[in-house]
C-alpha cells in the first residue's frame, strides 16, 4: 500500500541531544500527524497540524507542516530515556478520513 | 476519560479459522476506522465507518475481511478462513465529527499458525 517516506529509519542519540526526523509525500495532504509508539501498544497522538507553514509545539516537541503540504518534520529538544519508541507520521486527505503512514523512525536514547 | 478499547489483546488461530475482533470506540466519536499493522511497519488502511454506515473499505486486502458497526458504536472485524499472512496487529482508531485526529487503541495482535 502507498506509505510515506520517513526518514531517517533510525536514530541512536545521548541524552540531552535534539532530534529531527521528517517526512515527504508525492502527495498533497490537508492534515499531518505525528505519533510515538511504544512496544505492544498503539499509536499515541503527539502533535497534529492542519495548515500549510504550520509550526506546532507540545512541551519539548515541535513539528512543521510543510509549504508545498507534501512534507513535514518534528523535532524533539533535549531528549530523555523516556522519548525512546518509534515516531510515525502521516499524512490525511480531505476526501477520505484515512491516514497514510510513514514507516517510522526507532529512536534510541542513551542515558 | 476511557480511550479506545479492543479484545482480545491477543489471538492465535489455526490456518483456516474464523476470528472476529472487536472494537470500542471512545464514547460519542461518530468515525471509526481499522488498521492492519505488520511488523516493523507503519499501519495501513482497512476500513472506514462513520456512525453506522461503512463509508470506505477500499483497504480490505480480500473478501476474506469483512467489517462491521450496525448501531454505531462497538464495531468488529471478521477474517474468514485465516490464512498466515493475515497474522498481524489490528488497530481501531476514533475520532470526533471532523474526524481530523484519530485515536488508537492498543491493538490486537493475530498470529495464524
Known amino acids: 500500500g502507498q506509505q510515506l517516506n520517513q526518514s531517517p529509519q533510525s536514530m541512536f542519540i545521548q541524552e540531552g541531544e535534539d532530534v529531527s526526523m521528517n517526512c515527504t509525500s508525492s502527495?498533497?495532504?490537508?492534515?499531518w500527524l505525528w505519533y510515538k509508539q511504544d512496544p505492544g501498544e498503539g499509536p499515541v497522538l503527539l502533535i497534529a497540524?492542519?495548515?500549510?507553514?504550520e509550526l506546532t509545539s507540545n512541551g519539548r516537541l515541535t513539528a512543521q507542516f510543510g509549504i508545498t503540504r507534501k512534507d513535514s518534520f518534528l523535532n524533539i529538544s533535549a531528549s530523555i530515556p523516556s522519548d525512546v519508541g518509534i515516531y510515525f507520521c502521516?499524512?490525511?486527505?480531505?476526501?477520505?478520513?484515512?491516514?497514510?503512514f510513514g514507516q517510522g523512525t526507532t529512536l534510541q536514547v542513551k542515558p | 476519560g476511557a480511550g479506545v478499547s479492543q479484545s482480545p489483546r491477543y489471538k492465535v488461530a489455526k490456518r483456516g479459522q474464523d476470528v472476529a475482533l472487536r472494537c470500542d470506540p471512545i464514547?460519542?466519536?461518530?468515525?471509526l476506522f481499522w488498521y492492519q499493522q505488520a511488523l516493523g511497519q507503519g499501519p495501513e488502511f482497512l476500513t472506514y465507518?462513520?456512525?453506522?454506515?461503512?463509508?470506505?473499505k477500499s483497504g480490505l486486502p480480500s473478501d476474506r475481511f469483512f467489517a462491521e458497526r450496525p448501531e454505531g458504536s462497538v464495531s468488529t472485524l471478521k477474517i474468514q478462513r485465516t490464512q498466515q499472512e493475515d497474522s498481524a496487529v489490528y488497530l481501531c482508531?476514533?475520532?470526533?465529527?471532523?474526524?481530523?485526529?484519530?485515536?488508537f487503541g492498543p491493538g490486537t495482535r493475530l498470529t495464524v499458525t
Open positions: 502521516a499524512g490525511r486527505s480531505s476526501n477520505t478520513g484515512k491516514l497514510i
Open positions: 464514547s460519542g466519536h461518530v468515525s
Open positions: 502527495s498533497i495532504f490537508n492534515t
Open positions: 497540524l492542519y495548515k500549510a507553514g
Open positions: 465507518f462513520q456512525n453506522e454506515a461503512q463509508l470506505d
Open positions: 482508531a476514533s475520532s470526533d465529527r471532523r474526524g481530523y485526529e484519530q485515536y
